[in-house]
C-alpha cells in the first residue's frame, strides 16, 4: 500500500487540521515537521514545494490540503469491522473480496470496486 508522508509546520493550522483529517479517516501517515527536522527541511526543498502542508503519497505530490484528491491517490480505503467497530484498510479495485477482521475475527464481504 501506498506510503503517505506530510511535509507540514506545528503552527501552521492547515497542517494541524490535514493530520486531523488522516487520523479520522484511519489513513496512516509520516508527519515531517520541516521547521523542526533537518532532514524534512531538505527532502521538502528538493520536491520545490512552495508551501505547507504537502503530501507525498506514492509518487504523487500535492500541495495544500485536499481531502479528495488525497482519497483518490490511496490504493485502499478503510472499512469499519459490522460487529466491533474496529477499522482496516481495504485495498481499492480488487472486485468483491472477503475479509476477516484481526480484532474479533468476524468476516465478512466488501466490494472493493466503489
Same mark, same amino acid.
Given at each position: 500500500?501506498?506510503?503517505?508522508?506530510?511535509?507540514?509546520?506545528?503552527?501552521?493550522?492547515?497542517?494541524?487540521?490535514?493530520?486531523? *483529517?488522516?487520523? &479520522?479517516?484511519?489513513? /496512516?501517515?509520516? +508527519?515531517?515537521? =520541516?521547521?523542526?527536522? #533537518?532532514?524534512?527541511?531538505?527532502?521538502?526543498?528538493?520536491?520545490?514545494?512552495?508551501?505547507?502542508?504537502?503530501?507525498?503519497?506514492?509518487?504523487?505530490?500535492?500541495?495544500? *490540503?485536499?481531502? &479528495?484528491?488525497?482519497? /483518490?491517490?490511496? +490504493?485502499?480505503? =478503510?472499512?469499519?469491522? #459490522?460487529?466491533?467497530?474496529?477499522?482496516?484498510?481495504?485495498?481499492?479495485?480488487?472486485?468483491?473480496?472477503?475479509?476477516?477482521?484481526?480484532?474479533?475475527?468476524?468476516?465478512?464481504?466488501?466490494?472493493?470496486?466503489?
Amino acid at each position: 500500500m501506498k506510503k503517505v508522508i506530510v511535509y507540514t509546520t506545528s503552527t501552521c493550522p492547515h497542517c494541524i487540521n490535514a493530520k486531523k *483529517f488522516l487520523k &479520522q479517516e484511519g489513513i /496512516s501517515f509520516e +508527519d515531517r515537521d =520541516v521547521n523542526t527536522n #533537518p532532514i524534512a527541511r531538505d527532502e521538502y526543498a528538493k520536491l520545490n514545494a512552495r508551501g505547507v502542508p504537502t503530501f507525498v503519497i506514492g509518487d504523487e505530490v500535492i500541495e495544500g *490540503f485536499n481531502e &479528495q484528491k488525497i482519497k /483518490s491517490l490511496l +490504493d485502499y480505503f =478503510v472499512i469499519s469491522c #459490522p460487529s466491533c467497530k474496529a477499522r482496516m484498510r481495504v485495498p481499492k479495485n480488487k472486485g468483491q473480496i472477503k475479509v476477516s477482521c484481526k480484532k474479533c475475527e468476524t468476516q465478512f464481504m466488501v466490494n472493493t470496486n466503489k
